[in-house]
């Protein structure tokens, strides 16, 4: 048996800004989707999935087993031969549903095609090959969450690159709340899009700026400065708002969250409408109460992860035998 892990990702800044080739911010977090291999007694790949309580064999198509199946695709397409006759059983779990904006599906590639390489003695760039496969699925993508999920910690994403910054967030505690997203991140591109059609150089400018904060935050998590990081990913979450990508509730949970004394600053995370908000908690606080804030206790978060923190290494193969 081969299980493998890989972290969910989180944007720290940057989103939509980083499609016209500004820099953004991601970083792994300690939230991971798992992939188990087995071997089987006949010529089949199964694939399960656990919370979904369900089971899909290789001709299925729900929108999550696309993304695995694509996987299962590519490495046959590269390294054919070795998969040939090969009896598997794949098992896919996850701490957070696709869906929240934390990069599950690249984490479920990054996963799914550690454990595959891993048990046909292939070496290859996961984190290249789980991009590809998003991209095939979705038509289009960028390498944030597949590089991020591979290579663990925070991330610098720039002109299509992903570099890791070797940067100690030890000290680093988030809460993310999740939010059920209204729109799709497809959409939400399309609308700047077509923003930026209209108004190039207004849209550019806060494109522009949404760099600099980039930028800062870099400075800020280099200098601990959790006040300053606070204060910056707020503005960034404003900047979003420029480009209307925040629904009314995200909104209203973001302004809760600030007035709270032990958050230092908040801001959505992914493509917008929903999915995941972030929030960043003050030095020395390792949770918060969050029945506290009237937003929440009205139901209207449906998950709240708090604390999380960053996970240092990125996607991790435990061989157990067969
Ligand atoms: C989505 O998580 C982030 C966006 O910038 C899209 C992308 O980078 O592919 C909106």
Redesign the pocket.
């Known amino acids: 048996m081969i299980v493998s892990k890989a972290p969910l990702v989180l944007?720290l800044a940057?989103?939509?800004?980083?499609?016209y080739g500004r820099t953004?911010i991601a970083c792994a977090i300690d939230r991971y989707v798992r992939a188990t291999l087995r071997s089987r007694g006949d010529d089949k790949i199964v694939l399960k999935f656990r919370d979904l309580r369900e089971e899909y064999r290789r001709e299925r198509t729900s929108s999550f087993f696309r993304y695995v199946n694509e996987c299962i695709r590519l490495i046959e397409e590269i390294h054919g031969e070795k998969l040939k006759g090969i009896e598997i059983e794949l098992d896919i779990d996850k701490d957070v549903n696709p869906g929240a904006?934390l990069?599950t599906s690249a984490a479920a590639c990054v996963a799914t095609l550690a454990a595959l390489c891993k048990y046909l003695n292939i070496s290859d760039n996961i984190a290249e090959l789980a991009y590809q496969v998003e991209l095939r699925v979705q038509g289009?993508?960028?390498r944030?969450?597949s590089y991020t999920s591979a290579l663990g910690g925070i991330t610098i994403?720039r002109r299509g690159t992903v570099e890791r910054a070797h940067i100690d967030t030890s000290w680093l505690r988030i809460g993310i709340i999740l939010l059920r997203k209204l729109r799709s991140?497809r959409e939400?591109?399309k609308h700047?899009a077509d923003l930026r059609s209209r108004e190039p150089e207004l849209i550019d400018e806060i494109f522009n700026l949404i760099e600099r904060i980039s930028l800062r935050i870099l400075e800020a998590l280099e200098r601990r400065d959790v006040e300053k990081l606070g204060k910056l990913v707020t503005r960034c979450h404003w900047l979003l708002n420029m480009l209307e990508?925040v629904d009314y509730r995200s909104n209203r949970i973001v302004i809760e969250l600030l007035n709270n004394t032990n958050v230092a600053g908040a801001k959505i995370?992914?493509?917008?409408y929903g999915?995941a908000i972030l929030f960043i908690l003050r030095d020395n606080l390792d949770s918060l109460e969050l029945k506290e804030l009237e937003v929440i206790h009205n139901s209207n978060a449906f998950k709240i992860l708090c604390p999380v923190r960053i996970s240092d290494g990125g996607v991790e193969v435990l061989e157990r035998g067969y």
């Not at 995370?269 to 917008?272: L, N, Q, R, Y």
Request: net charge neutral; proline share 0%.
């Open positions: 944007k940057g989103e939509h800004a980083v499609v953004a904006g990069g289009r993508a960028s944030m969450d994403v991140t939400l591109v700047v990508v995370s992914g493509a917008g999915g």
